[in-house]
């Protein structure tokens, strides 16, 4: 299994055992209600996901990266739906 694999599995088991769905996930992540996770948000739902705190920042940056359809460096909720999507829950 891949780094990337591993991580997405944790990420999937925080969502599966925590919350009732990937929205209220979000929602709880999303801490200043902006409807959208900004880089220091998405470290936190890495950290809950017991993801290496020397490899969150890298994590969150490549999550940024490859779903931040609309470029403002943020994921909001459809992008954060297109990620876990691909996870498969």
Not at 4 to 18: A, F, G, P, S, V
Request: glycine share 6%; proline share 1%.
């Amino acid at each position: 299994m891949s780094t990337k694999d591993q991580i997405l599995k944790k990420i999937e088991i925080l969502i599966t055992n925590h919350f009732e769905s990937p929205k209220n996930a979000f929602d709880f992540f999303d801490e200043n209600g902006d409807k959208k996770l900004s880089k220091s948000e998405i470290k936190n739902l890495l950290q809950e996901a017991e993801i290496s705190g020397f490899i969150r920042g890298i994590v969150a940056s490549k999550l940024i990266e490859g779903y931040d359809v609309d470029g403002d460096q943020l994921i909001s909720w459809s992008e954060f739906k297109t990620a876990i999507d691909e996870i498969a829950l």
